[in-house]
């Protein structure tokens, strides 16, 4: 975004980010959100939609790369940022790697969630084993997304 310092980007884009995992959440489904961003500007938009869909793999990211790519082509992530409200899951990390995408910045991380259904996951273990290189910032409104997930009631089940 023009005229913004990267911190004040990366708030505006997670803000986004969290507007999506409102809606998501009021939907009846897990409350994640996803912003596809390259070179300041708005890609996609994606949500969780396990629930409404009937689908275990409707996860945020995937969405949001799937409908960048419907409009800018199988190659609209190289190089592109996601803002995503929860650390991908390692199914969804592999989508990234496999979609180019090179910068992620995150709300939340499942070892704040006490997630234990996945082990010593995260995504800094996928990078190291699978050699993805990929620029991390995480923390971005941390508390305003953790408040929602946890009104969600939905972590004991372990699912994204």
Known sequence: MNGMTE???????????????????ARGDW??????????RLLARGQNRQNTQGDLTAHAEPDVLRAAFAVHGPQAAEGATLYCTMEPCPMCAGALKLAGVHRLVLALRHSRMQRSDLGGYSIEAFCA???????????????DYLALRLRWGGDAHHRK
């Open 129 to 143: 084993m699978t050699g993805y290189v990929l620029e991390l910032r995480d923390g971005i409104l941390e508390e």
């Open 31 to 40: 409350p994640t959100g996803a912003v596809l961003v390259k070179d300041g």
């Open 7 to 25: 911190d004040e980007a990366d708030l505006c884009w997670m803000r986004m980010a969290l507007a999506e995992a409102r809606e998501a959440h």
